[in-house]
């Protein structure tokens, strides 16, 4: 037996309480001028920094929160799915099954994803809602994602800065969800598997640096296929829901800068939500958690039955649409 309808909610976000003004991070110090110029004109004013927390500890704060706001026991969870950090705490061990644990969830099915970037969440969903679609002993599943930089600096050359967090949702078949999860498509492709990376094999933690292989093809070459791969999807996702092109409104996508948001409104001719804006000047790029930071923050703002488009992307490089409908 399957179940075609599948809710998302509530989302539930955690931030540490230490803020850093990106303008007196040290790090931007020893920037070359252009550099540093580059970061405060990110549109990135403040970012909350985790300190000693490590990933499955931010994850285990937002992971209660939509718990206890859905008044579910973790106990009773029939599935945990962890996005994870690209820098796991140890090699070999289990980040997800150690939030299992961390929460008291014995007896859900526990798995990661997180091998596509910030587009690990929507593969996440997909997993998620494709469960509790055709599993009938699964009624309830949670996705989790934390964001915490892998190195010591927070500026990600040419791209954005980043801050720590986490999110959580849950993903039912009858409640009691905010949003509905209509459809979703993602796309890959491996040619930039590696374009940005950190060689950490022979190096000491200190001193990993995340570098772009190519900024010419990050900032050329993969803006033009990204916007090639926006321009096929969103149309075929909409198509086969039968939703009009101008029914989702602004489009909820991920925070990397000012800049960012102003080249997808050129290129996809369709505005970019408020919401982002505000999330991108508090909190930095948060990785997958953006999508879900967004996604809460414009829930308000939305009317019943009201349609959202969320866009997310990835330098692996991997694409997602997913479109959402307000309850």
Known sequence: MTHDRVLLGPVATWFPDTVAEVATLAEL????????DHALALGIDTVRTADAMTEVDLAAEAARIALDEAALDAADLDALILVTGRAPHYLLASEATRLQHRLGATRAFTTAVGDLGCVSISSALTLAAALVRAETHCRTALVVTAAKTPTRNRYRAPMT??????????????????????????????????????????TDSEDWVEECADESTYSFRLAVE?????????????????????????????????????????????????????NLAAYGHLGSMDMLVNLEAAAPTRATDAYALLLNSSPVAAWSAGLLRRL
């Not at 110090?29 to 540093?36: F, G, K, T």
């Not at 967090?165 to 009691?176: D, E, I």
């Not at 498509?185 to 060689?199: C, H, M, N, P, T």
Request: hydrophobic share 40%.
């Open 29 to 36: 110090s020893e920037l070359p001028a252009h550099r540093r």
């Open 161 to 202: 800065l980043l801050g720590d967090g986490a999110a959580a949702v849950l993903v039912t078949t009858s409640g009691p969800g905010r949003w509905e999860f209509v459809d979703q498509i993602v796309r890959s492709e491996g040619k930039y598997a590696d374009l940005f990376r950190i060689d950490y094999r022979d």
């Open 226 to 278: 990204s916007k090639k791969r926006f321009e096929t999807i969103i149309p075929e996702l909409l198509r086969r829901n039968e939703v009009p092109h101008g029914a989702p409104g602004s489009m909820l996508m991920q925070n990397l800068s000012a800049g960012a948001f102003a080249f997808w409104e050129e290129a996809l001719d369709r505005p970019v939500d408020k919401v982002c804006h505000a």
